[in-house]
């Protein structure tokens, strides 16, 4: 797709925004990044004139919600909750996302690809 603005030797797997009526006329910027062979990261950079960026490593995600109101479904958009075992965030929420469901697919697919590159099975991560 492209290159990350978080990471310039990455891969741009995934971008948006958080939208509002549809628009992405916010702050609050979502990316899936990966480095072949390195890491896959899902990263929320949020702020305008100072910023603060939260990732979380695809193999650590255990879980995921969608939620969409009526509104949102009017204007294509949901929020996708992401549930992970990481020290520094245990849920990463992804506000208002356009096509959230086939961003939930999308995200599966690859925290399961990258759980097989780290070798990590899902019963190893329960505890």
């Not at 971008?15 to 702050?27: A, M, Y």
């Not at 609050?28 to 990732?55: C, D, M, P």
């Amino acid at each position: 797709m492209g290159k990350s603005m978080y990471d310039s030797e990455a891969e741009l797997v995934w971008k948006d925004r958080t939208r509002h009526f549809g628009l992405p006329l916010s702050f609050n910027r979502y990316q899936i990044i990966r480095r072949e062979g390195e890491y896959a990261k899902l990263v929320n950079i949020s702020g305008f004139l100072t910023s603060k960026s939260e990732e979380v490593n695809l193999y650590r995600i255990d879980d995921f919600d969608v939620y969409q109101s009526l509104t949102d479904k009017m204007f294509g958009v949901g929020t996708i909750t992401v549930y992970c075992r990481d020290a520094s965030c245990d849920k990463l929420i992804l506000k208002n996302v356009k096509n959230p469901y086939k961003v939930r697919e999308l995200l599966n697919k690859l925290v399961l690809e990258d759980r097989k590159r780290v070798g990590v099975k899902h019963s190893e991560m329960q505890f």
